[in-house]
Structure formats: C-alpha cells, structure tokens
C-alpha cells in the first residue's frame, strides 16, 4: 500500500518545520488517524512540487490522489474518510470556522509576521534566503533589517492581537468547545510558527495559549 506523503516546508535545521499550513494538515491527519510520511521541502524546490500544478507546501499526495492548500486538504480528508472525527463539526461550527479562518489569515498571520520574519531568515537555509528577502521584503514594503530594528512595536502589537483567543481559551480549552477541530488547528498552526521560530519567547509557560497548544498535542499524542 502506497504511504501518504506530506510535502512540508523546512528551515536549514531539517527537523525545523514551520510553515502554518502545513501544521494545519498534520493536525488535520491525526485528527483523522490517518498516518503519513512528511518530505522536507524548501523554498527553492518548487520544480519537486511541480506535479500539483502550483508552487507552494502543503501538498498532500495520498495513493493516487494529489491535493495542494491546506483548506482544500482539510475538504478532502473530511470527504474521503467520514468514518473518523469529523474536523468541522455540524454546519453551524463549520461556518463559525471560517470566520477563525479569516481573522487567522488576514489578522493574526500579519502580525506574528512581522514580529518573526527576520528570525526565520536567520534559520533558513542559505540557499533560499534570497528568494525570501526579496518576496517578504517586496510584501512588507520594507528591508528585513528594518522589520527587525521594529520589533519591540511589533511585540506588543502581537500581544495585543492575541487577546481575545487568550480570553476565549481562559474559559474553555478548546476554540471547538471540549475537544479540538479544523478552528483548533488553524490557530494552533499560526502560534506554532511563531513560536517556533522567534529568537525570543512569545508566551509564558502558563498562559492559557500556551496551555492549550499543548493540549492540541496531547489529544493528537504528538
């Protein structure tokens, strides 16, 4: 039987894997209990991801089947295996979803950026630090050295943004409720690239952030 395979974005250190999305579809697998081999990838290699007729990580290949961005992965692990823990939930929770989707995406994802673009640099491979300086850099509208001589102002911007997924996880331990799903691990995968990669601590060990990532782990036992 042909092993599913997870095309999954790596820094210099093989075993630094930091990518958001791709955090989104590991969590996705185990909630599924699908199990899975991970193929290091980097930014430069996108002639090895051709197959999925685009350029960019998560690609999931399982048997036959080729599926590319984390959402569409996620669609397709809840079609193909309804026998499992559903990662939506019923229609209400789904729909709830997308708006942890959205605010992740266009809230959350830009300002841990800018706290930890400069560190991720620093751990990337040599090779694909000039594809990075020149994307991140032509998106941010300023130099990479720049965003770091900032951090400070973007520390506390970031602390500022967490607050309301620290409140909602003062009173439960989950985004989902009780148990973890697909809102669970969209967050989660933006925090553990933060976390991940930023050259100083992001969270104390007893925030309730902290506790629930955690948490998401040991439900999945990663």
């Known amino acids: 039987m042909m092993k599913r395979k997870l095309y999954d974005l790596a820094a210099a250190d093989i075993s630094l894997r930091f990518s958001p ?4 579809t ?3 697998l185990a909630h599924k209990n699908l199990a899975y081999d991970t193929v290091p990838w980097r930014f ?6 051709q197959f999925s007729g685009q350029d960019k990580v998560p690609v999931l290949v399982d048997g036959k089947t080729v599926i590319h961005d984390s959402q569409a992965i996620a669609e397709y692990l809840e079609t193909t295996y309804p026998n499992e823990a559903s990662l939506f939930g019923d229609p209400a929770a789904k729909a709830m979803m997308v708006f942890v989707k959205n605010w992740t995406e266009l809230t959350l994802h830009p300002t841990i ?15 694909d630090q000039p594809y990075f300086r020149k994307t991140r850099e032509a998106f941010q509208g300023m130099t990479i050295e720049a965003i770091a001589a900032r951090r400070p102002e973007y520390l506390a911007i970031l602390q500022a943004t967490l607050a309301p997924l620290r409140a909602t996880l003062k009173g439960q331990p989950f985004l989902a409720g009780d148990i973890p799903n697909y809102a669970d691990h969209i ?17 104390a060990p007893d925030d309730p952030i902290t506790v ?3 948490a998401i782990l040991d439900t999945y036992g990663l």
């Open 21 to 24: 999305y791709c955090w989104r």
């Open 26 to 28: 590991k969590l996705a």
């Open 44 to 49: 430069i290699e996108k002639p090895e991801i």
């Open 113 to 127: 950026a800018k706290v930890v673009l400069p560190d991720i640099f620093a751990l990337l491979d040599p090779k």
């Open 187 to 203: 967050a989660y995968g933006a925090l553990r690239w933060a976390t991940m990669t930023s050259s100083t601590p992001l969270l």
């Open 212 to 214: 629930w990532m955690q």
